[in-house]
T-cell receptor, first 114, second 112 residues
Framework: AQSVTQLGSHVSVSEGALVLLRCNYS??????LFWYVQYPNQGLQLLLK??????LVKGINGFEAEFKKSETSFHLTKPSAHMSDAAEYFC????????????FGKGTTLSVSS | DVKVTQSSRYLVKRTGEKVFLECVQD?????MFWYRQDPGLGLRLIYF???????EKGDIPEGYSVSREKKERFSLILESASTNQTSMYLC???????????FGSGTQLSVL
C-alpha cells in the first residue's frame, strides 16, 4: 500500500532562514507526489506536484521540491522563510495507478519567528 | 475557480444521532472524496467515489456510509454518531485521471 512519512511534526525557523520539510514515500506504482498547505482556519491548497516529469518541481510562493527515487524522498524547501509561511504542510502520494485518491502524511507545522 | 461547498462549517450533534454531511462541487468532476482531519493524524480517507452511484472504501470507513446520487453531490452519513467521530471533515473533488484535489473549507463536527 502507498504511504508517506513526514519527519518532524513541528519545524521552527527564523524569518529569512532556509525551510526544509521532509517527506519519504512508499509506493508500489510509479509515484505521483504532492505537497499541500493549510493556513490557519483555511482549506487545503496545492503547493506543487510531481507526476514523473522533471525531478525538481517548482510551486507557488517560492517553494520547490526534489523527487529522489534512490532515497524515496520528496522534501519541500524554500530558500528564505517569511512570516506568512507559517502553516501546516502535508505531503501526499496517489493511492493507485488511476490516481483516484491521495494518501496524506500526518502533517508538519511550520512556525516562523522574527 | 473550482468551488467545493460543504453545507455546514460547524455542527454539534448528540451521540446516537444520524448525521448527514453534504458536499457539492461545481466543476463536473468525476471523483469526490471524504477525509477526516485530526491533530497529529493528518488527513485520513474515509470514502471516495469515481462515478455516480459508485463508492470505494478508504482507510477508515467504519461507522460511515456515503451516497452519490448525482455527479455534483457527495454525502457522508454517520449512521449513529459517536464521540470518537468528533473531527474536522473535509470534502474534495478531482477530475478524471486524478491528480490535484480541490478541497472544501471543512465541517467541524462535535458529537456530545
Amino acid at each position: 500500500a502507498q504511504s508517506v512519512t513526514q519527519l518532524g511534526s513541528h519545524v521552527s525557523v527564523s524569518e529569512g532562514a532556509l525551510v526544509l520539510l521532509r517527506c519519504n514515500y512508499s509506493s508500489s506504482v510509479p509515484p505521483y507526489l504532492f505537497w499541500y498547505v493549510q493556513y490557519p482556519n483555511q482549506g487545503l491548497q496545492l503547493l506543487l506536484k510531481y507526476t514523473s516529469a522533471a525531478t525538481l518541481v517548482k510551486g507557488i510562493n517560492g517553494f520547490e521540491a526534489e523527487f529522489k527515487k534512490s532515497e524515496t524522498s520528496f522534501h519541500l524547501t524554500k530558500p528564505s522563510a517569511h512570516m506568512s509561511d507559517a502553516a501546516e504542510y502535508f505531503c501526499a502520494v496517489r493511492m493507485n495507478q488511476a490516481g483516484t485518491a491521495l494518501i496524506f502524511g500526518k502533517g508538519t507545522t511550520l512556525s516562523v519567528s522574527s | 475557480d473550482v468551488k467545493v461547498t460543504q453545507s455546514s462549517r460547524y455542527l454539534v450533534k448528540r451521540t446516537g444521532e444520524k448525521v448527514f454531511l453534504e458536499c457539492v462541487q461545481d466543476m463536473d468532476h468525476e471523483n469526490m472524496f471524504w477525509y477526516r482531519q485530526d491533530p497529529g493524524l493528518g488527513l485520513r480517507l474515509i470514502y471516495f467515489s469515481y462515478d455516480v452511484k459508485m463508492k470505494e472504501k478508504g482507510d477508515i470507513p467504519e461507522g460511515y456510509s456515503v451516497s452519490r446520487e448525482k455527479k455534483e453531490r457527495f454525502s457522508l452519513i454517520l449512521e449513529s454518531a459517536s464521540t470518537n467521530q468528533t473531527s474536522m471533515y473535509l470534502c474534495a473533488s478531482s477530475p478524471i485521471g486524478g491528480g490535484k484535489l480541490f478541497f472544501g473549507s471543512g465541517t467541524q463536527l462535535s458529537v456530545l
